[in-house]
């Protein structure tokens, strides 16, 4: 069985003595304070968006090449094969062999194609239409006119 202390100590209850047999029994008292949020609507924000089209011109680089062919009679006889294609700087050369029936056979070098390539920049006018969007942001305070954000 549950003594007298047990009992109070579980309802929070405090036991004070006041003489000798006799005690007084006073309930403890806790005070509770709560706290909480409302919303309260001060303005409001326009936002709003505008479209504007203008023509644009503008001057585009266009780059434009060029291809001269050269072909180069050599006519040499040539113990080993050159490369079918090579390339010397901007040129790029593409060797032609044939075989001659001679007392022996061995390999002529009948020409070469010498190939350059010439750039040529111009300038080309573009026209193109273009669009931009302004927006406008503005407050209005509950019982004020409206006001401009920026």
């Known amino acids: 069985m549950a003594d007298k202390r047990d009992i109070l100590e579980e309802n929070n209850y405090l036991d004070v003595d006041l003489a000798e047999d006799r005690s007084l029994v006073v309930p403890e008292v806790n005070s509770n304070f709560e706290t909480g949020r409302e919303s309260v609507e001060t303005g409001s924000v326009l936002v709003s968006k505008r479209v504007f089209e203008e023509k644009a011109r503008k001057n585009v680089p266009v780059i434009e090449e060029e291809v001269s062919v050269e072909r180069r009679e050599l006519n040499e006889y ?73």
């Open 78 to 150: 040539v113990d080993v094969a050159p490369p079918a294609v090579r390339q010397e700087g901007d040129v790029t050369i593409v060797s032609v062999v044939k075989e001659v029936l001679v007392v022996e056979k061995r390999l002529m070098l009948v020409e070469e194609l010498h190939i350059t390539k010439n750039k040529k920049e111009t300038v080309v006018p573009v026209k193109e239409t273009l669009r931009r969007e302004v927006v406008s942001v503005s407050q209005s305070n509950l019982g004020r006119d409206t006001e401009p954000l920026w």
